[in-house]
């Protein structure tokens, strides 16, 4: 009898009654918490990275879900669960319909959805979208499937082997965490971190880049929130791969959840109490990764161990996580959210844990002969060195085929793995969803400016308190350190036509001639000739002020940490959705932006306009 407790349960032709209702609403059930694990992913991925790139991560943890359900039906599935070739891989049951285990299909699925969402928080921030989304189905039509066929399947190589792996610890975990290993190698770290050098063109904001780092890297409550969700999920995780509670499977349901806790709770003590032994401080990062990875750690054998070995298995578990994860750096590894720690090192100790704990004296019936003994149960090392093999072959199988992927889309297919700088300083929520986090410092300033209407005298004791503040917090970051910080505004600096001139009011209000008499506006006593001419004029004038306006963010950028001015930049590159004519240089197309953008801040309008002029006179020539 194979130990595998998530073996699929293959279907009889005559019927797809095959489990009992009870059975069937445990799967859906779990299944359904399983997948609002999506959304802790998503909570906890949005919290790690700069608020200019939320939108795109939560973008792509749906599609996760999305191109997933569409893979895993097309392939994934046969790949996974079909007639077992060699037992290394299925062979039909492709686009299944019929006489299929429609419950057990579901909670594959999030399987399938969650080892694919792994990758996201590795690659934050700088991976191209629509590389990801291949990369994606990539994981779920094909790399996902044939490792779960080795060690699910009942002839699975693996599971002929005796490999323990409950709730996907390997599978799911390591194998995710490995593809994104090589994600965040051959991306490389993010612009500002580990030494990655800027671009020459961009070379004047490099104090804006280093600054948004430090200002606007995501919020802790996401993170925490989405850790707290993580953790509910994984009790379906776990216990719902008993997969029914007819039998005995209602016992093992909470022997699992049992010992998941026990992990869970052991691993954020631990990870915490050496998180502030090295750093004196309990960070949110270092709350969730403690969490996560003692319940990781305890994945694999949370149906074979006792609650002894449950709580020494989460324990070393948070403590893995933690010492990774301050090695990283090190190590030139740039890991936004945590992937590497949490799924891929402790993943790996999770998946060699069965192999010193794993024994039968639990309460829900296993035999001898269901499940080996592990080291500490005098059970020798076979079953360790069984786990270490597994664990092995998934680890390289996910690193060739991730790395294979990468270079087949850079160096045969010749697309950009990763963004251009310029959208990557930016964020990707501007670029590739529309999205301009910054604009929010615009309508303050409208706000402001409406409340100064209404009420003048409370917008006076508004503006004053806000001056005050800024006096405060510029004088206390100048005194330490000696970093460079912008000046504290003037009352000035902060009125209309202050924010004006840093560009906190839309370019439509900044873009109106101010100069043109009554007569030019009102076009009164004009021949056709001199309305065109007068056009004319009114575009030169307009390309010139543009151009000088641009200069002065540019040198704005270049000479104080200008938060305003690196919001001029950003609303630039979603101007699609303004009125106002185009800053010349700086493209609407989202597939034309890249870093030439700054650099053409300081090429001669003049010059434009002769082009202009020189295509008009070619096309009445013809």
Known sequence: MSNNTTAVMFVSEESCDVRSPGDTAWLLSCGVLVLTMQG?????????????????????????????????????????????????IGSDQFFPDD??????????????????????????ERCSLGVYFGLSFFMTVFTYPVAAHWVWHPDGWLAQM?????????????????????????????????????PEELQCVTKQLELSHRVFAGEAVHQLFGALLLMFGWVGFNSGSSLGLAGAGH???????????????????????????????????????????G????????????????????????????????MLPKWGIDDPVGVLPVHFFAGIFGSLVPGL?????????????????????????????????????????????????????????????????????????????????FKRLKYTHHMQEMMGKLNPDRSKSITESA?????????????????????????????????RSLGLIPRAKLLLPSNINAQETSGDNLTTKERKALGQKRKEREMKRNHSKNRMSV????????????????????????????????????????????????????????????????????
């Open 162 to 198: 005796g490999f323990v792996d409950l709730a996907g610890v390997s599978v799911v975990h390591v194998l995710g965490g490995a593809s994104g290993l090589v994600c965040s190698m051959f991306l490389g770290p993010r612009m500002g971190i580990l030494g990655r050098p800027v």
């Open 467 to 499: 001056i005050q503040r800024s006096r405060v917090h510029s004088s206390t970051h100048r005194g330490g350190g000696g970093s460079r910080v912008a000046p504290a505004p003037s009352r000035k600096s902060v009125d209309l036509q202050g924010s």
């Open 99 to 124: 006489n299929l285990d429609y419950a057990l299909w579901f909670f594959q699925l999030s399987f399938a959805a969650t080892a694919a969402t792994i990758d996201s928080g590795s690659c934050a």
């Open 251 to 293: 016992v093992m349901a909470g022997h699992v959840a049992f010992t998941t806790m026990l992990g869970a709770s052991f691993g954020t003590l631990s990870g915490c109490f050496l998180a502030f032994a090295l750093t004196r401080r309990l960070s949110p990062g270092a709350i969730a990764t403690s969490l996560l990875a």
């Open 357 to 437: 704990f794993s024994h039968t004296g639990v309460c829900f019936g296993l035999s001898d002969g269901d499940v080996q003994l592990g080291l500490f149960h005098d059970g020798g090392m076979k079953l360790l060195a069984v786990q270490t093999l597994g664990v092995f072959a998934i680890t390289v199988w996910a690193m060739f085929w991730t790395a294979a992927y990468l270079y087949f889309v850079q160096n045969v297919l010749r697309l950009d793995v990763r963004v251009s700088p310029i959208q990557e300083m930016v964020g990707n929520d501007v670029v590739e969803h529309g999205v301009d986090v």
């Open 555 to 622: 040198a704005a950028l270049a000479n104080g940490d200008n938060l305003e001015a690196l919001s001029f930049v950003s609303a630039d590159l979603s101007a699609a959705s303004d009125d106002a004519a185009p800053v010349p240089g700086m493209r609407r197309n989202r597939s034309d932006v890249d870093g030439t953008m700054i650099a053409s801040a300081f090429s001669d309008p003049s010059e434009d306009s002769d082009k202009t002029s020189a295509t008009r006179s070619s096309s009445h020539a013809k």
């Open 295 to 326: 319940l990781v750690s305890v994945t694999g054998g949370a149906h074979v161990m006792s609650a002894g070995a449950a709580a020494m298995t989460g324990t070393a578990g948070g403590m893995v996580a933690i010492a990774t994860m301050n």
């Open 40 to 88: 802790g992913f998503a909570l906890l991925e949005s919290g790690s990275v700069r608020i200019n790139n939320t939108v795109n991560i939560l973008v792509k943890n749906i599609f996760d879900l999305m191109l997933g359900g569409v893979g895993f039906w097309m392939f994934g599935w046969g790949f996974a669960y079909g007639k077992s070739q060699g037992g290394f």
